[in-house]
């Protein structure tokens, strides 16, 4: 357990289903991340939100859309995903300041079909 | 593209051997490196992470080692073992900000007993 938990660990969807994934982390970062990995490519940066304010969206499609209702709670809603938005869904958060590492979940497992 | 990016995609040693993982990156701004490990069917995992004001730092079997002349970094591993298997990736903060992590595509590890 690294501090970071992340729901469901699996989860398989329709195109047309509404699922949102959750984040939570108990470590006092004031920073939360939601990453994608995709097979044979590096870790694609999403969203990330500091003390609660969304700082930066990767040009992501807008049927994903993130929701952090505290520094503690992190949640990704997906709708009408297509089957290339399969894909391992990180969390991450880190403290403040410079030359922090990122704490990840173990991530969610998503596929869609 | 990319700034951060490795060498070799695969490595296979033997159990007890030592292991060298490469990392290039092109940001001569980056100021921060931090090596992750990712096991099957988890979140990528903090290793151990360098300045960069510093060329060199140790960890409980791990080194990295830091050249800024020619923008490389790698991950020594001693004495490997079977639960060293994993993919390893690096990331570089090239400043500024916790959220400037930047990821490589990972090396993945195969230890042979």
């Known amino acids: 357990e690294t501090g970071v938990t992340q729901t469901p660990r699996h989860l398989v969807m329709g195109m047309t289903n509404k699922k949102s994934l959750k984040c939570e982390q108990h470590l006092g970062h004031n920073a939360m991340y939601w990453y994608k990995q995709s097979a044979k490519k590096p870790l694609e940066l999403m969203f990330v939100y500091s003390l609660e304010e969304r700082v930066e969206n990767n040009s992501v499609p807008s049927r994903f859309s993130p929701e952090c209702p505290n520094s503690s709670h992190l949640f990704l809603h997906l709708h009408t995903l297509q089957p290339e938005d399969s894909a391992l869904y990180l969390c991450a958060s880190s403290g403040q300041g410079n030359n922090y590492g990122y704490t990840f979940g173990s991530g969610t497992r998503l596929t869609v079909v | 593209g990319e700034s951060v990016g490795l060498h070799l995609p695969t490595l296979s040693v033997q159990e007890g051997d030592n292991s060298i993982i490469n990392c290039a990156y092109s940001n001569s701004a980056s100021d921060y490196f931090i090596w992750y490990k990712q096991e099957s069917g988890k979140g990528p995992q903090f290793i151990i992470d360098?300045?960069?004001?510093?060329d060199k730092r140790q960890g409980q079997r791990v080194t990295v080692l830091l050249n800024k002349t020619v923008k490389h970094l790698s991950l020594q591993i001693a004495a490997t073992q079977p639960g060293d298997s994993a993919v390893y990736f690096c990331?570089?903060?090239?400043?500024?900000?916790?959220?400037?992590?930047?990821f490589g595509k990972g090396t993945l590890l195969t230890v042979n007993p």
């Open positions: 990331a570089e903060n090239s400043g500024g900000s916790n959220y400037k992590l930047t």
């Open positions: 360098i300045r960069s004001n510093m």
